[in-house]
């Protein structure tokens, strides 16, 4: 009988163990490893919290036990007023003050007070992110699905969405906001270390919810700087083949541009090579899926926003992604 029992929940318990393992174990994308001061706040009240609720339980099921074994005839134990007293009243209250404490420091430390070193707008969309930065003159620079920060320095998310309602959230950095339409809300984070991570929508907003991530690039403060004038003012519809260009004009330009000045419908392609996915997470940006996404990105990521162009022919959907390419 033990060892049938075993046999069953051995693998149950391997099997477990990988899922949890997996699922967390990715620090580019997890709550538990912070990066930054708001992350850092909300991962500390969640040990918090955790080490309570084990502590309760311990503490509950010892309690239950000595009830079970204790030797003793007829009635024993407190009074149900006193149950209902304890249980009901001392508890709650002690708890809920106690997380009240944690939570209004905590939140109070991640408030937007006094002005930002640096301001991002962003603007979530079905299913992509749109990123605004100012440069030094005061004008825009525009990136889509790639975030960049500099470290040790406060900088205010500025969330606005152009459709439906979606969450902003990057786990290692801080908690989510909403993107409401119609509104601008404003979160607060200071990334303590430079690294790459992974943002995501945190809120159902349609068919490819799930496909809606962002990288996340926290650089020294200094390359941060230089990485806003190096974009600022970046154009390079005049690079790459001539037939991509005319290609690119006649199906694409009225919802993509190349020059990071440029506010379009779709997202903006100027530094294309440099992010890590295409389709904001739906497959990693290499020169053949580059290909596969012009050729056939509905059946990547099905319902987008980017009309299929069933027609474009080989020669075209290579040409195109040369000029994005920017060869
Ligand atoms: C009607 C507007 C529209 C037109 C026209 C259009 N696109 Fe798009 N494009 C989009 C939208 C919206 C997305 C975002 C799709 C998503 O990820 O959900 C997108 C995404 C992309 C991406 C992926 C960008 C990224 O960071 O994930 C590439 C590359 C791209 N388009 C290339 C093209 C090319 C090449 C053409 C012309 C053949 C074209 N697009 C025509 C709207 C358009
Ligand atoms: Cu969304």
């Not at 580059?290 to 069933?310: F, S, V, Y």
Request: proline share 6%; glycine share 10%.
């Amino acid at each position: 009988m033990a060892g049938h029992v075993r046999k069953v929940i051995t693998p149950a318990v391997v099997v477990t163990s990988a899922l949890l393992v997996s699922g967390c174990g990715d620090p580019t994308v997890s709550a538990l490893a912070p990066a930054g001061e708001a992350a850092s706040e909300i991962a500390r009240i969640t040990w918090i919290m955790i080490a309570a609720t084990l502590f309760l339980m311990v503490v509950m099921s010892a309690l239950g036990l000595h009830a079970v074994y204790r030797k003793s005839d007829g009635p024993v134990g407190p009074s149900p007023l006193a149950v209902i007293l304890a249980g009901g009243v001392i508890v709650p209250t002690v708890v809920l003050l106690a997380l009240l404490v944690f939570g209004v420091r905590s939140g109070d430390a991640m408030l937007p007070v006094g002005e930002p070193a640096v301001e991002v707008r962003v603007t979530a969309h079905q299913w992509w992110w749109r990123f605004e930065y100012r440069d030094a003159d005061g004008g825009s620079i525009f990136t889509a699905n790639e975030l960049h920060l500099p470290v040790g320095e406060t900088i205010d998310i500025v969330v606005e969405s152009a459709d439906v309602i979606h969450s902003f959230w990057v786990p290692a950095l801080g908690g989510k906001i909403d993107a409401i339409p119609g509104r601008a809300n404003r979160m607060r984070l200071r990334p303590t270390e430079t690294g790459q991570f992974r943002g995501q929508c945190a809120e159902f907003c349609g068919a490819q919810h799930a496909r809606m991530a962002f990288d996340v690039q926290v650089h020294p403060s200094d390359d941060f700087h230089d990485l806003l004038r190096a974009m600022s003012g970046l154009d390079r519809r005049d690079t790459g083949p001539a037939a991509g260009r005319e290609a690119f004009e006649q199906h694409c330009m009225e919802c993509h541009s190349r020059a990071t000045d440029h506010d379009f419908e779709g997202p903006n392609l100027a530094r294309l090579a440099e992010r890590p996915w295409l389709g904001a997470g739906t497959i990693s940006n290499t020169p053949e899926n580059l290909r596969e996404w012009i050729a056939g990105h509905q059946t990547l990521k099905p319902g987008n926003r980017m009309p299929d162009h069933g027609a474009l022919n080989e020669d075209t959907v290579e040409a195109l992604a040369r000029y994005l390419e920017g060869e």
